[in-house]
Nanobody
Framework: QVHFVESGGGLVQPGGSLRLSCRAARMITSTFNVANMAWYRQTPGRQRELVALITHDKTTNYADYVKGRFTISRDSSRKTVYLQMNNLQPEDTAVYYC????????WGQGTQVTVVS
């Protein structure tokens, strides 16, 4: 069983929205509740980059290029982290992954987001 199961990606036009979900499949609830979680993204030929972070106490932080457009949230009862993405732009096209901030767990398969006219 993988550590993280990402879903919700798809094909949208510029200005559109998507909501990504990430279920922490192998984390027990108590571990999830104290973990800082993050969304990352990767495009071909580039390193994976941090998009948004949410701490165990729900403090959030965002990469400059998504501030005001993306919102990260978490639901402990579902061991799930969400990324609401609004006003998507072609440069947001990437595979999106979630993981703990500590990056001690294996990556999931990610979910593809494609923004095209």
């Amino acid at each position: 069983q993988v550590h993280f199961v990402e879903s919700g990606g798809g094909l949208v036009q510029p200005g559109g929205s998507l909501r990504l979900s990430c279920r922490a499949a192998r984390m027990i609830t108590s571990t999830f509740n104290v973990a800082n979680m993050a969304w990352y993204r990767q495009t071909p030929g580039r390193q994976r980059e941090l998009v948004a972070l949410i701490t165990h106490d729900k403090t959030t932080n965002y990469a400059d290029y998504v501030k005001g457009r993306f919102t990260i949230s978490r639901d402990s009862s579902r061991k799930t982290v969400y990324l609401q993405m609004n006003n998507l732009q072609p440069e947001d096209t990437a595979v999106y992954y979630c993981n703990e901030e500590s990056l001690t767990r294996a990556w999931g398969q990610g979910t593809q987001v494609t923004v095209v006219s």
